[in-house]
């Protein structure tokens, strides 16, 4: 190697405060904090909920590649979501206990046990905590109480965040805009059209399911208002970086910012005036919308798709995986089962390389080493490719370009199998596609409708190998063609050599 061998690429990350790429060096050395925003747990996430935890994931795994350790908090919102997310309509929660006649806390245990299942089976390392929305109540009423005299207001329907008492209310989203909240539904009283509320009153005669006694009396917390609670009560204040959608930028984000600076005015250091420049995190980072043909995902249209369903129609999750690494997590990504159906090739593609490569090196173990390790000992060949990989991935996580030089690395000849391994195990650690350790076999997931049983797929290829070599061939098109009948695609010919696969639903 060069002299150049310790020189790694200065990570350089989007900041949505400033719409501009900055370098990051975390507030304490060596260890960045990160809050993302979770799931309100009333229904299940669907695959453009997820694509921010993919995108979270591959930041968290890119800040570990730079060496950091990471703290990492996902919440779990079980109250205080409306229907809208600009702070109208009913709590989302309590909505979806009333639509299926069960407890609200059991809908809330069972939708976020199924968001769990989500983030493993896409391989997103857990989070280093969860917080959960109605284990902090009392901090938020205690940071309400503090602001609410300089900053709050009082009405029937609850307690109002006053958003001109901050400076630069809605800086993120690019600046005050009143236009952008007239789908607010209106509340008798507010003195802004971007007011929100922070407490919201049970209405008289009425008894939530989830509601805690405050000084404003019967009610639950506002969302926004959990959190900024959340985050500075597990990582303080500031923190490194607070991620979300992208449609948190233009509501949710500006409402946390606007109390993060009325609570730091509030009880910081410079006691008595908010600070425009305080916003309680350092980089705010949104990824893009996962869109359909029809337009943006979501719930409200009815019929979205989910991480299950996929799976049910034979899907491997981490095909979805790679379909949101092969785009940019700022740019849109377009959803459709012909760009899964090809994330599923290139994913088997990927995987077969590297069972072809521990085939090769069969006695050998390996790891994914300290970049400083692979620097010093890496082969000339594959140097390179971890410099180029280095500079994708540092330059605001660009996986579309990081994704072709793991490629590359596996094909690369004439460079010995446990380096090579090492390598693609170190790229593999910051893209998260568990590269080392899934099959071939692993990729074919059967269809919650399949007629048939792998097993039983294999007892006739079987059958139909013995009737070609036979030259039986009336026999082995009949094999084929009830295999076919029953959702069987018999690939003949498959320069990948899959054999077979269950058609997708």
């Known amino acids: 190697m060069s002299d150049n061998q310790h020189i790694t690429a200065p990570l350089r990350l989007f900041n949505s405060l400033t719409r501009s790429i900055e370098a990051f060096a975390p507030i304490e050395d060596n260890h960045a904090r990160v809050y993302s925003c979770g799931p309100t747990v009333y229904n299940y996430a669907h695959l453009g909920n997820l694509r921010a935890y993919v995108f979270t994931d591959t930041l968290r795994r890119t800040l570990l590649w730079k060496g950091l350790s990471v703290t990492h908090i996902i919440n779990i919102t079980d109250v205080g979501h409306l229907t809208s997310d600009a702070d109208a309509g009913d709590d989302k929660m309590e909505a979806a206990a009333r639509a299926s006649a069960r407890s609200i806390w059991d809908i809330a245990a069972h939708y976020t046990q199924a968001f769990k299942q989500n983030i ?58 009143d236009a952008a909240h007239a789908r607010i539904d209106p509340v008798a009283g507010k003195r802004n059209p971007s007011d929100f509320a922070i407490w919201r009153k049970s209405p008289p005669g009425e008894q939530r399911q989830m509601e805690w006694d405050s000084p404003w009396g019967p009610g639950a917390p506002g969302w926004h208002l959990e959190c900024s609670v959340m985050s500075q009560a597990v990582l303080g204040h500031p923190f490194d970086i607070h991620t979300g959608g992208i449609d948190h930028r233009e509501i949710h984000h500006p409402n946390e910012i606007a109390q993060n600076q009325a609570f730091h005015a509030c009880c910081g250091p410079d006691v008595g005036a908010a600070e425009a420049g305080f916003t309680g995190a350092r980089w705010w980072m949104h990824n893009n919308f996962l869109v359909d043909r029809s337009g943006k995902m979501s719930k409200s249209k009815g ?203």
Request: glycine letters at 6%; a negative charge.
């Open 120 to 177: 493993a089976d896409l391989n997103i390392i857990a989070p280093s905590e969860w917080t959960v929305a109605t284990d902090y109540v009392p901090q938020m009423i205690e940071f309400a109480e503090r602001i609410a005299p300089i900053h709050c207001y009082e009405l029937d329907s609850g307690l109002y965040f006053d958003s001109a008492s901050v400076p630069d209310y809605g800086a993120l989203a690019g600046g005050r805009d």
């Open 303 to 505: 019929g979205f798709t989910t991480l299950f369903s996929l799976i049910d129609a034979g899907v491997h999750p981490l095909a979805y995986r790679l379909l949101c690494l092969g785009a940019h997590y700022r740019s849109e990504l377009e959803f459709s089962a012909e760009g899964v159906g090809a994330a599923l090739t290139r994913l088997k593609r990927l995987v077969m390389g590297v069972e072809g490569l521990k085939a090769r090196a069969e006695g050998v173990t390996w790891q994914s080493p300290r970049l400083d390790y692979l620097r010093a000992n890496m082969h000339p060949k594959l140097a390179p490719l971890l410099e180029q990989f280095d500079a994708a991935i540092s330059d605001d996580l660009m996986t579309p370009r990081a994704l072709p030089l793991l490629e590359e690395a596996i094909a690369l000849k004439k460079v010995p199998v446990d380096e090579k391994l090492c390598l693609i195990a170190a790229f593999d650690a910051a893209l998260g596609l568990n590269l080392m350790t899934l099959t071939r076999g692993d990729l074919r997931v059967q269809p919650k409708d399949a007629r048939i049983t792998p097993e039983e797929i294999d007892a006739q290829l079987e059958r139909r190998a013995a009737a070609r070599a036979d030259k039986d061939f009336a026999l082995s098109d009949e094999i084929r063609d009830a295999l076919i009948a029953r959702g069987v695609d018999v690939m003949d010919g498959d320069p990948l050599r899959w054999d077979w696969r269950l058609t997708l639903g």
